[in-house]
């Protein structure tokens, strides 16, 4: 093999090489072949080479039970060096921007939320989760409250006085990370982590809302400045989804007027169908 071929098939060997997802062996390649190439940069590393090596087994890591076994979560195109799926050929660039490159494997989140959290609005998927892989559940950069103090402020968010027995508690126990129904992106049922309505007693009359935990159709959050934080006043909060013509026709309800709803019937819970307030039901005989 004279010099010329040998030098061209270097160079393959660079480029190909170069295409390689792991950062050690990409080194290792350009340190063989060229002069001054500056040591492996190891500080900005999630987890061990070891660790991450175990992981990118797909011999034992086909279904993704690996990743849990050595604590590693990785992007299951990096893991199957699918690099082409997000990134152009030879070069680092993505095939699409964010967030539609994510969209082509992840559902959008347009259709699904009320209100959208500010990094889903504006595409950042990768303030939030590394595309390639971690040792966080769901690829997140952080554990724990740090991924959101990372842009909001801690002092703020501790200031609240719903957040003083915070504790190390996630977040996302009670906010979605990505969207909600408000603008504090509050899940359905978050309030039971605070509020007791004894879910556990299955004999009791439960009203929809709460067997579906789904505060918000009938109650704000705690910003809201109505009684009992209630989104609409008198007999209109129930009439949002109950048909008032249907009410009307019932005997019991002919003299009603403009009695609150409440005043015979629990909106939560009751030991009676109907969801009848017994001792006041009681009194009205």
């Not at 990096?78 to 990134?87: A, I, S």
Request: proline share 5%; charged share 20%.
């Amino acid at each position: 093999m004279n010099a010329r071929n040998a030098i061209f098939l270097i160079i393959i060997l660079i480029i190909t090489g170069l295409q390689c997802c792991s950062p050690t062996k990409r080194h290792l390649l350009l340190s063989t072949f060229l002069d001054g190439v500056p040591p492996l940069d190891t500080s900005s590393r999630l987890v061990s080479q070891n660790v991450f090596n175990a992981a990118m087994d797909t011999s034992a890591n086909t279904t993704g039970s690996a990743n849990e076994v050595v604590g590693m979560n990785v992007h299951p195109p990096f893991r199957d060096r699918q690099c082409r799926k997000c990134h152009q050929e030879f070069s680092n660039n993505l095939v699409k921007p964010l967030p539609s490159l994510c969209f082509q494997c992840h559902e959008p989140f347009w259709n699904t939320y009320e209100k959208l959290h500010g990094p889903v609005i504006s595409g950042h998927c990768i303030k939030c989760h590394n595309p390639h892989w971690t040792d966080k559940k769901k690829l997140l950069l952080r554990a724990g409250q740090d991924i959101c103090f990372e842009c909001h402020k801690q002092d703020a968010i501790l200031a609240n006085s719903k957040h003083e027995t915070i504790g190390n508690r996630n977040c996302t126990d009670c906010h979605s990370p990505h969207g909600g129904k408000n603008n504090f992106m509050l899940k359905d049922g978050s309030c039971y982590n605070c509020h007791d309505l004894h879910m556990d007693e299955p004999d009791r009359f439960k009203h929809g809302p709460v067997l579906s935990f789904n505060c918000y159709e009938c109650h704000g959050t705690h910003s809201t400045k109505t009684e009992h934080k209630l989104l609409r006043s008198g007999q209109d909060i129930c009439l949002k989804c109950h048909q008032s013509k249907d009410i009307l026709a019932n005997k019991a309800h002919e003299t009603i007027g403009e009695t609150i709803c409440t005043e015979c019937h629990n909106p939560h819970q009751s030991d009676q169908k109907y969801m009848l307030i017994i001792n006041k039901v009681d009194e009205d005989k």
